[in-house]
Each structure stands twice: as C-alpha cells, then as structure tokens.
C-alpha cells in the first residue's frame, strides 16, 4: 500500500506550503488520478511519493514502512515508487536511449543479462526499442517523454507515479500507454497519475482533486464526472470530451463507451458531435508570413527533415501537427531563424528569417527561462532594442493577465511554479515582445482548461493582429477548431496542407500515421465529416 498521511510539503526552509494535511491511499493494481488546477499542488505530492521531496509534516507510507529523511529510507522508495517527472528531459542521464534505461536496473546490481531484459521490454513497451541507439539529444519531446516513462518501467517498481505522462504524447502513443498501463504486468502495479485528460480519469478506478494544495474530494470516476462544480474546479469543464463522459453517466451508460468512437456516436446522436473542427478559415492577409520551402536538417542518425515546406500566412492561427519524431519541432526551429538548414530556406514576409524576429515559445518552458523572478524574465524580452524599455514593465504586465498567470506569482522563482504555470510564464515572454510572426510549441501541454482557453485566446488575437501563428501541437482535437489552417507533417515532410476544416475529411490523418483524435473520430462516425 502507498499512503500519504496528513502530509504537509514546502519547496524550502521558510517557503509557503505547497499541499496541506493530504491523505491519500493506492493499493496494488489500483489507478489514482490527480486532477486540479495549475499549482493546486499534484505535482509536490507526486514528487513526495518516492523520497524526492521530504514530508514537514506527517508521513508517507510504502507498504507499511514510513519513508524518513536518511538517504537509505530514500533510496528504497525510490526504488519502490517509480516517478516519470512533468519535465523527462531533466531526469535524462545516458547518452544514449538504451544506457539512459539501463542506468536504474544497473544501480540495482543486477546481472547484464537480466538488465539487457529489462531494457529491451521497457523500450518495447513505450514504442522506442527502433531508437535504442540513438543519442539521446536527438528525441523530440514526446520521444523524451516515452524514454522517461521506459526508465521508470525497467525498474519494475510496485508503483508509479505519473506526472502528465501523456502531456507531449500524440494521440496514438496516449492510447498506446493507456492500454499500458492497465495490461499485465502494468496492471498489478498501484498508480497515482496527475493529468488533465478526460479519458485518462474515465478509465481509472478513483479521482481525487486537489485545491489549494488540499485533498478536496476523492471517489469514483463516475461519481466525479457527474459533478459539474468538481468538474469545473478540477479545470476539465470545457473540454468536449468531459462534457460527453457527464452525458454517459448522466444516461447510464458504461464510460468504457468512450474507447469506441462508433458506439460512443451512437449513444450521443449526431448533435452532440456537429461542429467539430468546423471552423471557417479566417481570411489572410497578403503578406506571405513564415515559410519553409524545401527545407532539409540532418543529424549525425540521419536525416530530421526532408525538402518539408510549410506557409504560415498572416492574419491566420496554422496548426502543425504530426506523431512524435516527425520533424515538427525542428522545423519550429528553423522557421524562428534559431537553425540554420542544410538546404532550403526560411523566410518571413519574404525576406530570410533572422534569429530574434520571431517569437518562439519553446516545448519545454525551462529551456527559456533567463531571470531569477517571473516579472523579471517577461520583462527581458520588451526591455531590449527596438523596443522602448519603458514599456516593459507594462507589456510584461499585459502579457501575464492574456495568459492568465495570478499576479501572486510573478514575483515568484520561476522553479518555484508548477509545470502548468512555468509554461504561461514562458508565453508571456514571448508575447511581452512584439513581432510580426509567433510560433507557440506545445503551448496547452499540462495546462488546466482555463489556461488553455487563454492560450486560445492570445492566438485568436494575435492572428486577428495581423501576425503569422504557428500552433505545434498534439493536441488536434483542442486546437482543430481554433484553427484556420492545418498543416500534417511524417517523416520530416509535410504531406498535406489546407484549410484546417478539410483536414479530417481529406484522408489527411491517415497519410501522417496521425491517430483521429476522440472528438473527431466520433463526428466521423456520425458521418458529420
């Protein structure tokens, strides 16, 4: 049995309490989902779990044995809990993928043989054994995220502790792990997950939701999904598919409807599926915005890109997406002048793309941070040339409120925020200086939904500004109606291009190997595409 008892957690001698008096308990084979808003506190007691972050106050128990603040008592909760962190990439530790998943089951002191096991079934297991090896360096972060996720496996730990496993993962690959998780011999393991995926709760065996660093409520998925009040405090209230699991309920039907898009179309008729991904496209501007032509990179395993060529025009939010590995993310760096290809060219309103005209948020909002304090670092940006350093404080200002970040926080170390708020903090930086093109990477990852409504929001806004919007994402379902055009890339090429309301009618999703996401797939099946 895992337990957490009373448990009270700060980030430091002196620091305000991140969770308070939070009791929580998973037994072997039983599914916990920790929902709550950004900084409610899922990911400190997640961090609590295997002695990463010691108790203030009260205990956490691993199988009736409390875990103390001595190195050995740590040790062997770590060996028991098995933790895939909000962020992989800074728990990475081999150079390449195979040595990084080995690295655990060595400091066990097992035998070659059985850690060249345990290797090969985790990287199996996560869809990597083709990237065994590969550096390291050259995941992209889905990739990363699924190495991280192997790490933890191959340790077969009793339990495991998730923190947005799913965050940076396509479609496919969510599906892939959720399957995972509840086979043999996953589905002996107990596990706390933190998520904001719908389906995620619909499938596990109880929720508990987090406010203000508290335990709120805590029952089953059913009763939890019936609750519009929880639902909403949570931060799940406007995504489409909580909304359909409230109507199952609601109806008496069985949740698992909800993995079988042709069922689930029947159960809610074709009303409840029409306007997805309808959206009209926005009328562009004359201005050509972002464009990629041609545009090949190689890495020393081969090549990243390959001739891709994309157009993000003005006055228009373009959608990119594609399955991890597929070259989206490099060619986010290329089009913002951060990368210089091996052929072909980037150019913005027609001219070669400089680094610094394009504002760029970064998939992992750490690898952007620059200042010791929230304001601060928003305000480097609008402080420099050509803008007018008077303005920054101002603009910083203006661009915390658009993502909705409390002003509480802005005076906070940025690695004082949950993952949640590191990533608004991140946009805000980018948004805080003008420009003429934007490119957001993964910009709803391990957001609640009021944050990814805002984030909507900005780039309606920015398109409606005028400027060139390039939206990467996973997150298809989400993004699809908020967007005018769709561009799906496979292979380091983009193999189709268009108004985003053709995309899923187009065969499009098929050409990119890119799993329908639920919402489309049931207005699929309720033949409203």
Not at 19 to 41: I, K, Q
Not at 358 to 381: C, N, W, Y
Not at 479 to 500: H, I, K, Q, S, Y
Request: charged residues 20%; glycine residues 14%.
């Amino acid at each position: 049995m895992l337990e957490t008892r009373a448990v009270w957690l700060s980030h430091g001698e002196g620091a305000p309490w991140a969770v308070e008096d939070a009791t929580l308990t998973v037994g072997p084979g039983e599914d916990l989902c920790l929902v709550g808003r950004n900084g409610s506190g899922k990911s400190t007691l997640l961090s609590a779990l295997n002695g990463g972050l010691p108790a203030g106050r009260g205990k956490v128990v691993v199988d009736g044995t409390p875990v103390g603040g001595g190195r050995s008592s740590r040790l062997d909760a770590a060996r028991a809990v098995g933790l895939v962190s909000q962020d992989p990439g800074s728990r990475i530790l081999g150079s390449t993928v195979a040595e990084d998943v080995a690295f655990g089951p060595r400091n066990l002191g097992l035998a070659p043989g059985e850690v060249a096991r345990r290797v090969a079934w985790a990287l199996g297991s996560v869809g990597l054994a083709d990237r065994a090896a590969r550096p390291c360096s050259e995941l992209s972060g889905g990739q990363a995220q699924r190495l991280a996720l192997a790490s933890a496996l191959a340790m077969e730990p009793p339990y495991l502790a998730l923190d947005e496993v799913g965050g940076e993962l396509d479609e496919g690959a969510r599906a892939d792990v959720r399957a995972l998780l509840r086979e043999a011999p996953l589905a002996s393991c107990g596990r706390v997950r933190a998520t904001h995926d719908v389906l995620d709760v619909a499938f596990a065996t109880s929720v508990a939701v987090m406010a203000g660093g508290r335990v709120a409520w805590q029952g089953s998925p059913r009763d939890f999904l019936s609750d519009l009040d929880l639902v909403e405090e949570a931060g799940l209230g406007d995504s489409v598919p909580a909304a359909w699991a409230r109507d199952l309920v609601l109806a008496g039907l069985p949740l698992s409807l909800l993995s079988d898009p042709a069922a689930l179309a029947r159960a809610l008729g074709p009303a409840a599926a029409g306007g997805v991904g309808r959206r009209a496209a926005a009328a562009c501007g004359e201005a050509p915005g972002l464009v990629l032509d041609g545009v090949s990179v190689l890495s020393l395993s081969g090549p990243v890109l390959s001739g891709l060529s994309l157009a993000v025009p003005r006055g228009a939010v373009t959608l990119v997406a594609g399955v991890s590995g597929s070259g989206k993310t490099t060619a986010a760096r290329v089009a913002a002048g951060l990368l210089v290809p091996d052929s072909g060219s980037a150019t913005l309103d027609g001219a070669p793309v400089r680094a610094g005209a394009v504002g760029i948020a970064f998939q992992r909002p750490e690898d952007q941070t620059l200042a010791d304090s929230v304001l601060e670092d928003v305000m480097m940006g609008p402080s420099l040339p050509p803008c007018d350093p008077r303005e920054a404080r101002g603009r910083a200002v203006a661009a915390l409120r658009s993502v909705g970040l409390d002003e509480r926080h802005w005076d906070r170390p940025t690695w004082e925020l949950s993952g949640g708020q590191r990533r608004r903090a991140a946009l805000a930086a980018v948004l805080a200086r003008p420009s003429g093109a934007y490119i957001l990477d993964e910009p709803t990852v391990g957001l609640d939904g009021p944050g990814r409504a805002a984030v909507h929001a900005v780039a309606r806004s920015l398109a409606d500004g005028g400027a060139a919007v390039c939206v990467v994402s996973h997150d298809v379902g989400e993004w699809l109606p908020a967007a005018d055009r769709l561009a799906l890339v496979a292979g380091g090429r983009t193999v189709w291009e268009g108004p985003a309301a053709q995309g899923p009618a187009s065969g499009a999703f098929e050409a990119a190997g890119v799993r329908l996401p639920l919402e489309l797939s049931v207005a699929r099946e309720a033949g409203l595409l």
